[in-house]
């Protein structure tokens, strides 16, 4: 088994390669002077089972050119097996045609994966799990929730919970954790009652008193999160919380969360946090490396991956 790490998180890939008492593989990946992307692998890696980590986050055309580099750089060395590890799946949000003439980029990226040699994927709280279907090669898509239901049993003991949807779309990532924990579920309902009237935020569910924790795949402008908190502390709920998989956090999206009424924001670091990010107050990070770290040992050694989340 070897790991070679991209450029995009060297922290997490530092970190899963300590858990599995590896060194990162020797492998230059750097620019030439016109920013096209160069990969050399310094090892030899033929015949090995190899695992590349890469997030295709910001700037997420530099990190997926680099990934797929580095996948036909590996595969051009005989690597005997590879598994692209992705554990932020960029473009993941382009997953249906949103009107006419407009792409499907999620599928557009998976057939790349495909072409340049990755053999498996292993990522984690894919935007939508039917991306999955994407790739004709097999896919592991690992959840944030066990992690996250172990840090708000820890952080809520004896407080009246309630998990949030923020929008009807996560409904089965905020059940999961409901039931995990055993605790009432909330929703809220985005309606615009009519065109050019502004979104109503109706909470569907009893928030009344209660501390509210909102859950999300992905926080990028902040928006959905704060609106959703809003309309939460309106409903007469005492706090909200919010825990995200993926701190995409772009534009002032920190500022926005940090004026928001949202009292802490919990994200993995599936995407290396920015300067920002590691500075605010109301952020805090939850490392999935352990977790990733198995799920290659598993896949490796060809147990199952799936009853990590029994
Ligand atoms: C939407 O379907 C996603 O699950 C997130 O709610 C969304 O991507 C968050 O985006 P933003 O933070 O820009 O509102």
Do not use: W
């Amino acid at each position: 088994m070897k790991i070679v790490a991209a450029n995009s998180n060297r922290p997490l890939a530092e970190a899963v390669a300590a858990k599995l008492n590896l060194p990162l593989t020797r492998a230059a990946i750097r620019r030439f002077a016109d920013m096209e992307v160069f990969v050399e692998i310094h090892e030899n890696v033929r015949g090995e089972d190899v695992f590349v980590i890469q997030s295709t986050s910001y700037p997420a055309n530099d990190n997926l050119m680099e990934l797929l580099i580095t996948l036909d750089a590996l595969r051009r060395g005989s690597a005997r097996r590879i598994t692209a590890v992705i554990p932020y799946f960029g473009y993941a949000r382009q997953d249906r045609k949103s009107g006419p003439r407009t792409p499907i980029s999620a599928k557009l990226v998976a057939n790349l994966i495909t072409e340049a040699g990755a053999n498996r994927v292993l990522t984690m709280d894919l935007h939508a799990g039917q991306i999955q279907g994407f790739f004709d090669i097999p896919v592991d898509n690992l959840f944030a929730q066990p992690l996250f239901s172990r840090d708000i049993q820890e952080r809520y003991a004896g407080r009246n919970i309630v998990i949030v949807s923020p929008d009807v779309g996560g409904v089965l990532r905020a059940r999961a954790i409901a039931t995990r924990l055993n605790c009432d579920l909330a929703i809220i309902d985005k309606r615009r009652e009519r065109a050019g009237t502004s979104e109503v935020m109706n909470v569907i569910g009893d928030v009344d008193g209660r501390d509210c924790i909102l859950v999300d795949d992905i926080v990028d402008s902040g928006g959905t999160l704060v609106n959703a908190a809003a309309a939460l502390i309106a409903g007469g709920a005492s706090s909200a919380s919010v825990y995200v998989t993926h701190g995409v956090l772009s534009g002032g999206a920190v500022a926005r969360i940090a004026a928001s009424p949202i009292e802490m924001l919990a994200i993995t670091d599936s995407i290396l946090a920015t300067e920002a990010v590691r500075l605010a107050n109301n952020i805090r990070q939850i490392t999935i490396a352990p977790l990733m770290a198995e799920a290659m040992r598993r896949i490796s050694e060809e147990t199952s991956v799936s009853s990590l989340f029994d």
